[in-house]
Nanobody, 121 residues
Framework: QVQLVESGGGLVQPGGSLRLSCAAS????????MAWYRHAPGKQRELVAHIRSGEPTNYADSVKGRFTVSRDIANNTIHLQMSSLKPEDTALYYC???????????????WGQGTQVTVSS
């Protein structure tokens, strides 16, 4: 029905950069908001960045000034530019979207499978 596919993860040294992308596809009528979450072993899932048209973007305090989220509405895509990466940024990064499909008037949450980001020397 709706698929979210992340890309761009990998292994990077501390201080390095990565750019994550997430593309939503399927029977999409519209997307309300999109976000990036991350889940590290032994920790709770954390909201990294959230973006909705017409509203300020929200970032976790731990990534403010280092990560930038952007959205390509026409292509149902969200990006996360990550800079000055730290070992504590190591996690599985998930894409989220609140989607209204062609057959439903309500918005429902959808999640991607995740892309691994490992920050290590």
């Amino acid at each position: 029905q709706v698929q979210l596919v992340e890309s761009g993860g990998g292994l990077v040294q501390p201080g390095g950069s990565l750019r994550l992308s997430c593309a939503a596809s399927g029977t999409i009528f519209s997307i309300n908001d999109m976000a990036w979450y991350r889940h590290a072993p032994g920790k709770q899932r954390e909201l990294v960045a959230h973006i909705r048209s017409g509203e300020p973007t929200n970032y976790a305090d731990s990534v403010k000034g280092r990560f930038t989220v952007s959205r390509d509405i026409a292509n149902n895509t969200i990006h996360l530019q990550m800079s000055s990466l730290k070992p504590e940024d190591t996690a599985l990064y998930y894409c989220y979207a609140s989607v209204r499909t062609l057959t439903n008037r309500q918005y429902f949450p959808f999640w991607g499978q995740g892309t691994q980001v490992t920050v290590s020397s």
